[in-house]
């Protein structure tokens, strides 16, 4: 099938490589804030102490009352949620997928912070790698594609107010690999979700979870 062939995925991350470039260090500043604040704060990994760890147990506790095609479900829901925010609530300047990508860096630092001091490093791998390979790639590229609406809309904006052309061809391509790139991130955001549910545990209790 023509939208799942390597070189459509390749061409996208290229003509796009910028901007997703620009999501990844934004998700990494807020990663290595999150892990930073943690460390400076420990208590806070303490539900009672932090709302967003409150938030995660009570996620958590629902989560484990669902049967498996549930679990699946939910976690594919919630990732394609953030997905779809993260570029289509791009043309509001581009604000929402830097939020998403800072927001989401932070808590994967703080999480990472509390998994690595109580269990270390070779249980928090074991309970990111194995889904998170496809999982993270889909959201960083989907975030990118929201700053690249946001930069082509900011650029429209300028070109306006200067009587400069618009970038109207840019428009029109970015628009035309938007139904490949959906079609690739969601994809990768299923095997994550079947992955995450049917292996990741099993990585786990291998870790000595």
Known sequence: MELFKREVFRRLLKRNKNSIA????????GSVAGYVFYLGNPGIGDPEESPVFSA?????SFFETLNTPGKILFIFLNNLLVVVLSIFLGAI???FPIFAALLNGFVM??????VVES?????????VAPHGIFELPAILVAIGL???LGYLIIS???SILLS?????????????????ALMIIVLLLCIAAFVEVLITPAFITIAGG
Do not use: Q, R
């Not at 630092?109 to 509390?114: D, N, R, T």
């Open 22 to 29: 620009a999501g990844i260090i934004l998700f990494i500043i």
């Open 56 to 60: 995660l147990k009570e996620k958590f």
């Open 93 to 95: 300047l581009g604000l």
């Open 109 to 114: 630092g703080m999480v990472s912070g509390a």
């Open 119 to 127: 269990e270390g490093v070779g249980y928090l791998l074991a309970g």
């Open 146 to 148: 929201g700053l690249k």
């Open 156 to 158: 429209t904006i300028i």
């Open 164 to 180: 400069k052309p618009t970038k109207d061809n840019d428009f029109k391509i970015f628009f035309g690999e938007l139904k490949p």
